[in-house]
């Protein structure tokens, strides 16, 4: 019997204690305030709380910036204010500090950020107000870069940009779920195009930062592959180019270039054969016979779609007999022979300055210019006279 007294009245204690730290406590806070005012979390690193008791339910960091309605509020015996926080949904949030807060609009306090976004959905209003008045929709201008200068925690859950153009000009608040982070010069875009250096003084660029890497008059004219290009936020369009050793040639604006149409280079080429068709590497000793232009092949075909057409003339040849005079000493390779000098010269000139001759040909290559440059030689005949031919020699000259 003694034993369950004992008992009971340890438990009496014990239910006596819970309600006098529970009054306390309820005394310890104050009485519940009702509210109703949207505030917004300004600061990091406070305790939320599940109680008075001080039970931890959450921290400031985790929320910063959201807007959230006090419904109601406590002033503390501490001399603290507490709000009693729920969100768009009704969920509870639990008690904060009201130190780590600010009074604000259900769209929250604005928020500076500077940062570059890319529309990347269609059909969502874009709003003049938080009264969602209608001022433009995400379709008119999908795809494009815009800075968010600013942009709030609407109590709704969602974040809303306001966005400007390169001019300035302001295009609303967007729901941040209609955007993509990206950088001023926007997103990578894959190309794979050659272009042509069509304008000087342009900068190429290392970077975005605009570090300077080259100028567009070093590449004037030239050929350079495009893997890919940037759409910037200043409006401009840059691509990342290439040469055609795959060596980074930098960032270069898209004003300065246009797209490449390939060119076709002929090449022409002489072969000698005897009547037999048997290919014959010297005519001393030949009369001329015939010849014949085929119609071109296509012999080597660049990446960047620039092709060579070999053009052949092949020429026919019967071999003199004994008695005929022939040359001893090497005959010039443009087959030329004649007794007299001055002949030779004008033989020589006439060849040099036909378009349908090989040896007329000149080109670039890289940074020198080709052609050919020519001279009279004179040759030793069987009989022991002195003819005369025309030698052609390949000329090489850097381009300034």
Known sequence: MKKRMIICLTLLLFLCFGINQKNAEASAQ?????????????????DMWQNFGWKYKNNTTNVYNKTFEARGRYKHRNGQTYYSLFDSKGRWQGYLNSNATKKTGRQGNYISDGSYVKISKNNYDMWQNFGW??????SNIYGQTFQARGKYEHFNGATYYSLYDKNGLWYGYLNATATQKTKPEGNYITDGRYIKVTKKNYGIWQNFGWKKRNNSSNFYNQSLLARGRYKHFNGESYYSLFDSKGTWVGYLNTNATELYKPQNKKVYKVIHKDTKGKIIKSTKGYDFVSESNDSGVITSTAPNGDTVTTITTTKFWKKKTSTEVV???????????????????????RMHNDPNSEFSQMWIEGDFFYGYGWKTIQVEMSDGSKWYSVEFYLIKEPID
């Open 30 to 46: 104050g009485a519940y305030i009702k509210d109703g005012s949207m505030i917004q979390v300004t600061k990091k690193n406070y």
């Open 327 to 349: 040359p001893v000493s090497s005959l010039g390779n443009s087959g030329i022979l004649t007794k007299d000098l001055g002949e030779a010269g004008r033989l020589g000139g």
């Open 133 to 138: 008045k209608y001022k433009n929709n995400t």
